[in-house]
């Protein structure tokens, strides 16, 4: 211990006498943390904040029940084999009920596929049916989520609002121009602007697991987006039991469950599911990251990762070089000193852990410069609203750059192991010299 | 200055591990950019080619002013008639621009296997204008397997289903049809009535790949096609997987009862004239009485996967290469600092000697310039070998919106090799001018009794 620290502190003597030479190699590992930092927390944002939309847009909870199998084919086709009976839905409202503190909504759902008609209009529809009350906590900060008109109230029993692409079909739209965004808070601003509807009673036909038909009227009291087009197209969404009317049926797909920790969801997940087989029951209590329903959020966050990878090592390679060029050069010059230094009973491993503290060292005053420089940028950026557009999501995405003491850790401890690996390749060969030829200069 | 070019190349040499390192960083960084810029050219020419000819936007498309959004809830008022269509269609003729015209309509209806219907959106296509679309050059380029279907053979190549249907993967499964019409041919039919709520049903059901289209007519009638479903396919967008259709443009018709299309979708020899055949198009048919919106594939509105990708992978390409420019620009300005402070004794001598301020920063620019030029030559070999393991290499991936997966694809286009490459000399030679032209501020005596020498 009294040796590394007499090293770090000679480490950081040669640094301070050298820093014209290192100041090159710092800036470069500066922006180099920079940019890592910056692309990593642009990209971190990015997913988090689009899961958090996604979660309060959908009304996802933190963890969802079901039965096991309710994601695969054979439930597109048979769906009311997987439909939670009354039996299922009192295990589970037991199990909220005993778990008052943790539990802040349990809403459950039915999605039900059918043709919605509004005069010589028809469209396929996608029925969300819910509990409104518990979709309303579910919804987080998303609770006003109409576009134009207003959400369903709890005492609507036939109240639906439809996708912008639906009801458009249905001769719905939105009128006028008004403002639906609030700019500060990218989310509709809570006040009922009007409609455009050639009719608001729709007439929604779905057909009952054994093919009887059903058809029942549902009321648009408001209408909103999707956030991907192609889903934007068929959602609705409606009370609960409007949903099970139309399928003559008391069953449920799943619930939603939100959390007042939602980071113990793996704990509760657990619980449930040896309570349930407990009880004879087959559930599958189950995070929506880890269903067939996450498949697009997944591959984004792949795509994401692939093009953070490839800058991450360009990067570092980059970092690496700057650092080995100045290291290679300190190392040159100080040859005599290496010498006198071993000479006075500094062993090699001595001088290559020197030379390894100072790209270190050099790699602090990098990180400290390029923390300050990417906490800057990123204040500058988030402050500025800049705002684009995604792909397939239907709005735009204000740009933010995300900053965490991991992404920064992480940045940091990247470089420095850049920058030790390359004074370490810097030196030893200087290192390797006897000690004489060392006095001498030679090389 | 007549050899100032080759005093400077020889300098490059008197620091070899040096200005190897700069060399090796410029040509990683240039390398990271080639493999950038080639995936998001793969990607712009896949996901041209799927919004062209899979999603069926055409390089230009034409409808009835106001159908985009209202055709499906009032098909008779804002969809061409015949009348109408021919003059499209003839127009199209007379345009040396335009490669061919294809007639589409759109419409709703439900899909049934005779014991269970779907919703279905479905698409109305001549069989032989479809073939030429799935057999153009520009698809077969960007992405030969978006051509083929998943199962089974496209309508205009079986002659003997004349009523021959495509389903989306996701809706065949679910209307329980594994079979398509070249697996049943000459197979006895299933049974006229079948025991859907019998384990029976499941047996019954792939014994022939008879579909049932029901929809509306029009003028509010219940109406019904039969077709055979010859091919399944994945559909461009995931979600319509569980309802997408292509029927025979006669069926569909037959169907709704009517003679009208939905919209007319336009090829062009030169895709950059897409905007212009848009305009005049619109023109020539305003000049006939014909209201109509014209629209692009690089419309947002009509085309908004396309775009909006486009729109963030450019965002995406050009930030990265924004940020390595940015690193490599400082990495060789390091370099050139400590070659500097290593020679100022040098330029001492050189300025004792008589030359100007402006020929060493001369010099030391067109090193920096070489220094560049090679790391960026080498960087170039290296992506472009890199290029050529990755695509032998057979690796698959799914991007996001694509239902199952693409070979990984680098395809570098020259123009993108070549404006990243010239963002760096410039960056380069500008921080070593701005280096170099501080030191030499100094007098010639500070010069040579430099201590950094």
Known sequence: MKMFALLLRLAVRNVRRGWRHSIAAIGTMAIGFVALATFQGYLSELLESQLRMNFARNMLGDLMVRKPGAGGVDARVRPDKYWLDEKDQAFVDGWVKRHPADVKAAMRSLLVEGVANAGPASAAFMLFGHDIAQGQIARRDWQWYAWAGRPARVDEPNAVVAGLGLAQSLGCVPKGNLQVFDPKTAKPIPVERPMDCKTTTIQLTGSSPTGRVNALDGEIVGLTSGGVREFDQRLLWGPLSLAQDLVGNKGVDGYQIVLAEPQRAPEFIAQMAAEAKAAGLTLEPILWQETEMADLFRRGKEMLSMYRNLVVFVLLVIAGSAVLTTMAKTVRERTREIGTLRSLGFRKGHMLLM?????????????????????????????????????????????????????????????????VIAGWLAARNVVQLRVAQALLGEH | MKSAWAFAFANLRRNRKRNLATVAAIAFGYAGLVLLGGYAVRIERFLKANAVFIQHANHVAVWVQGGLDNAAAEPDKYQFDKAQTDTILAWAKGDKRVERATRYLRGFGMAGNACATRPANLLGIDPQEHAALLQHPELLEASPELARPAQGQWAYQVKDAPRGVALAAGLQKVLQKPKVFDEVRGRPPAPTVLDCDTPKAVEQLAADADIQIVGQTYDGTLNAVDGQMVASFHAAEPIAEDTAMIVPLASLQTLYATERITYVGLLLHDSADAGQ?????????????????????????????????????????????????????????????????????????????????????????????????????????????????????????????????????????????????????????????????????????????????
């Not at chain 2, 693409?406 to 921080?431: H, R």
């Open chain 1, 355 to 419: 030379f390894a503290l100072e790209a270190a060292v050099l790699a602090l005053v990098s990180g400290l410069v390029g923390l300050a420089v990417a906490t800057g940028l990123r204040f500058g950026v988030n402050s500025a609203g800049i705002t684009y557009r995604a792909g397939m999501l239907a709005e735009d995405i204000v740009l933010e750059i995300g900053g965490s003491a991991s992404t920064y850790l992480t940045g940091f401890a990247f470089l420095t192991a850049v920058a």
């Open chain 2, 277 to 453: 055949v848009a305009l005049d198009l619109k023109a020539a048919l305003a000049a006939k009485d014909m209201k109509t919106d014209t629209y692009t594939y690089a419309d947002q509105t009509w085309a908004p996967y396309y775009v909006g990708t486009m729109a963030f992978l450019g965002s995406m390409v050009g930030f990265i290469t924004m940020l390595v420019t940015a690193v490599l620009v400082f990495t060789v300005a390091g370099a050139m600092t400590l070659a500097i402070l290593e020679r100022l004794r040098e330029f001492g001598t050189w300025r004792a000697l008589g030359f100007e301020r402006g020929h060493v920063v001369g010099l030391l620019v067109r090193e920096s310039l070489l220094v560049s030029l090679i790391g960026l030559a080498v960087g170039l070999a290296i992506g472009l070998c890199a290029a050529f393991a990755i695509n032998s290499g057979g690796f698959r991936f799914s991007p996001p919106g694509v239902a199952g997966s693409i070979q990984l694809l680098i395809t570098p286009a020259v123009w993108a090799c070549a404006a990243q490459a010239m963002l760096l000399p410039p960056g380069i030679m500008v921080a070593t001018w701005w280096v170099v032209r501080g030191q030499m501020r100094k007098k010639p005596v500070d010069l040579l009794n430099a201590a950094t020498a």
